[in-house]
């Protein structure tokens, strides 16, 4: 079955950075667009940025554009999210998710498979 597993969370302090990563198995990794997304406590699930099943074109949210970057291996059927200059308000469980249409959505219902989410927390 599909599996993407996030990792690489944790606490940081304001201005600092994090990489997330996510590991896939079970699918076409090369075949699927990839999305980052985020839900803070009491707050809906957000989009964060994508990446077409290439590698050669990516998306992201305004509030985060500039500062946080996405990859992708796909020999190594790995997603990255590179996260600089972080924020308090970037405080969120991430998510990492796998798109088949490959679309290049930021809608989060145009996403199938879906990681467990790891928890990146920014101190002020």
């Known amino acids: 079955q599909v599996q993407l597993v996030e990792s690489g969370g944790g606490l940081v302090q304001a201005g600092g950075s994090l990489r997330l990563s996510c590991a896939a198995s079970?699918?076409?990794?090369?075949?699927?667009?990839m999305g980052w997304f985020r839900q803070a406590p009491g707050k809906e699930r957000e989009f964060v940025g994508l990446?077409?099943?290439?590698?050669?074109?990516?998306a992201y949210a305004d509030s985060v554009r500039g500062r946080f970057t996405i990859s992708r291996d796909n020999a190594k059927n790995t997603v990255s999210l590179r996260m600089n200059s972080l924020r308090p308000e970037d405080t969120a469980v991430y998510y990492c998710a796998a798109d088949r249409m490959g679309s290049g959505s930021p809608k989060s219902s145009d996403y199938g498979y879906w990681g467990q989410g790891t928890q990146v927390t920014v101190s002020s």
């Open positions: 990446i077409m099943s290439s590698g050669w074109s990516t």
């Open positions: 079970g699918l076409t990794f090369s075949s699927y667009a």
